[in-house]
């Protein structure tokens, strides 16, 4: 009887390996899938021992089965005992972060983040750290690239001289040889610098930022553009004109269209970081040229955050410089030769009349608005018309929106 039981509890171990085996893709990504199911019935300490251990020397399959064994143990803390014996997933983890297919390393780094939460403080100087420093030290680009995504869920639960040595890791991996780490690091500074204390955030981050901001590589300049929002909601006020501006107005100048785009579509974040002060004293003057942009897309960009770039801007002096300085470039736009340029003007050009009140709408406004109303392209006509509201609010009660002269008729068949 003993027998049959020590029997029958292998089998389900049996059939794993033997479907893992199979020549079919499909029976061992049905496989992977209920690997929980497996656990359980191994029980904790021979998943631990037996399953963890095979599922680590057996990572070299498809891509589609790598990727749902990623997703799997990111969820298996239970299934080995809990957080006391969380570090056992880490080694299949970490095999899973060096492969060549970019959504299996991205999943592999989801589940090491969701792990590195729910290591104890020692285990995560024990276990999880000298992890990453072994990705951020690795010969392949792609274990590299890895590292990248872990710095900061470790970093403020270790001690001072590690936090020290992550930081180096950091830097090092901003200074790679290989643009596609550099792009990772990138991507990853701006959730590094919410991490990281203030001073060393001044010391070693700021002049990361500065470094990949000037990268020979556009596609690395454009991600610092991201960090860059991240990076001035944690400085002082004077920091940031001294620390973030200059390379802000550098990157909105920048030669590759591609950067300036960045700095068009996350304006309205960038401002809101900058603080009103900054924005209405430094980034009017580049919003504008951004407006003004000899690529139609970073117009567009720009473009579509007219309302939200005003709406920011000091009470005091919005009015004015909405007058003066940025509806001369929203005119001009009306009149844009690319259809996305307009189209993207149009729905968000409406949202400038609360901001201008009655009779700045009815001098300003409501031309460009008729003008729009005629413009050959459905979609232009479209988003005037699904945001008459915002004119209706501000209309002289005399002069109701409804009341003015209407566009010429528009043939059918008209198209952009």
């Not at 090491?112 to 000298?130: C, G, I, K, M, W």
Request: aromatic residues 6%.
């Amino acid at each position: 009887m003993a027998e049959n039981e020590g029997e029958d509890s292998l089998y389900p171990i049996a059939v794993l390996i033997d479907e893992l085996r199979n020549e079919d893709v499909q029976l061992r990504l049905n496989s992977i899938k209920k690997l929980s199911t497996i656990a359980l019935a191994l029980g904790e300490e021979r998943t631990r021992t037996e399953l963890i251990p095979f599922l680590t020397d057996t990572i070299y399959d498809e891509d589609e089965v790598l990727l749902a064994l990623a997703e799997q143990l990111g969820q298996f803390t239970a299934l080995v005992g809990g957080s006391e014996f969380v570090h056992c997933l880490l080694a299949p983890l970490e095999s899973l972060a060096t492969v060549e297919e970019t959504v299996v390393r991205d999943k592999a780094v989801e589940s090491l983040r969701q792990l590195a939460e729910q290591h104890s403080n020692r285990d995560l100087e024990t276990y999880f750290v000298p992890l990453v420093k072994r990705l951020s030290a690795g010969d392949w680009f792609t274990t590299r690239t890895s590292a990248c995504g872990l710095f900061a869920v470790c970093y403020p639960r270790v001690s001072n001289a590690v936090r020290a040595e992550l930081r180096q890791h950091f830097r090092n991996l901003c200074g790679d040889d290989t643009p596609m780490v550099r792009r990772a690091a990138a991507s990853k500074l701006g959730e590094f610098a919410k991490a990281v204390e203030h001073e060393h955030l001044k010391q070693d981050l700021v002049p990361l930022f500065h470094s990949l901001a000037n990268d020979e590589q556009d596609s690395v300049r454009l991600l610092a553009v991201e960090a860059c929002v991240s990076i001035a909601n944690v400085l002082q006020n004077d920091e940031k004109q001294r620390l973030v501006l200059p390379t802000l107005k550098q990157a909105s100048e920048d030669k590759s269209w591609r950067v300036r785009y960045m700095v068009a579509d996350k304006f309205s974040e960038l401002q809101a970081a900058l603080g009103p002060e900054l924005s209405s004293r430094e980034l009017v003057p580049a919003f504008c040229s951004l407006l003004k942009d000899a690529e139609a897309e970073v117009r567009a960009a720009a473009a579509a955050k007219v309302k939200d770039f005003c709406s920011q801007l000091p009470a005091d002096t919005r009015q004015q410089m909405i007058l003066t300085q940025v509806l001369p470039q929203v005119k001009e736009l009306a009149a844009d030769p690319n259809q996305h340029v307009k189209s993207a003007l149009a729905g968000v050009v409406m949202g400038l009349a609360p901001l201008l009140g009655r009779d700045a709408t009815m001098e300003h406004l409501l031309p460009l608005f008729l003008t729009q109303l005629k413009d050959e392209c459905p979609e232009v006509r479209l988003n005037v018309i699904s945001n008459l509201d915002a004119v209706n609010e501000v209309r002289a009660p005399s002069r109701p929106f409804q009341s003015l002269p209407g566009p010429d008729p528009v043939p059918p068949a008209s198209r952009c």
